[in-house]
């Protein structure tokens, strides 16, 4: 079985521009999601998808830079640039990151990876029943489901590909991996200043090497005020993102 990994990745987020791009230590935050990918050992391949606007191009370069391929797609249309990429390569199945989730834990990639190869399921994530916090979510996906919503989802649900699993549960057979304890009142993933400052408190905290999740929150029920910093940031609908 061939893995490809695929990091969404641009710079036009409505609510902290550029994000993709901050410098956490020595690294910018896409720097560290591909870091921590690639240290999952699960992957055969790993690209970043972009998109083709004219911001964009600080992200390819920073691919260049980093050495990590990319590939650059429509900016409402995620599922064709993850065909796009697929289209490239030769791959049985796609494990699928965002580039706003700099605290990615690669033990748990690997752990989900294992689960989905084991399990022979389309479509495998850890967010159906959330114990995770959101930032550390996992999703594994065949590529030929990839190529068959391709004939059949429309308009949010070709920019929310897992959009199109969700509400089409029939067509294919997919779990949730509950991971316990629950933690999922803590908000790891970036999307504005409080995010930032949390982020950056915890990345201080434990320099440039990639954080279990149990590391992160067992620190962080050390510093209850460290979660308040972001506690009330609401996570965007599907429809808004």
């Given at each position: ?17 550029g994000k993709v791009l901050r410098r956490l230590g020595d690294r910018s935050v896409l720097h560290r999601v ?104 996992v999703e594994v996906v065949r590529a030929a489901t990839l190529r068959a919503i391709d004939k059949r989802a ?5 920019t929310h590909v897992t959009s199109y699993i969700y509400s089409n549960p029939d067509e294919f057979d997919l ?67």
């Open positions: 079985m061939t893995t490809l990994g695929i990091i969404q990745a641009r710079m036009g987020s409505t609510r902290l521009p591909v870091r921590a990918a690639r240290a999952s050992g699960v992957l055969d391949d790993l690209v970043v998808a972009t998109t083709t606007e004219a911001a964009d191009d600080a992200v390819e370069a920073e691919c260049a830079r980093i050495g990590v391929a990319c590939y650059r797609g429509p900016v409402d249309d995620v599922l064709t640039r993850f065909l796009g990429v697929l289209d490239g390569r030769d791959a049985d199945t796609v494990l699928r990151f965002t580039a706003d989730c700099p605290l990615l834990d690669p033990a748990l990639v690997r752990r989900v990876a294992r689960i989905f190869e084991a399990s022979g399921v389309d479509y495998l994530t850890t967010s159906i029943t959330r114990t995770l916090p959101r930032g550390l979510d429309t308009e949010h649900h070709r779990i949730g991996v509950t991971v316990l304890p629950d933690r999922s009142h803590l908000r790891l993933t970036l999307d504005t200043e409080d995010d930032w400052k949390l982020i950056e408190a915890i990345v201080d905290r434990f320099g440039d090497i990639p954080i279990s999740v149990e590391g992160i929150a067992d620190w962080l029920a050390e510093h209850p005020e460290l979660v308040e910093l972001n506690s009330h940031v609401n996570q965007k609908e599907l429809s808004q993102a």
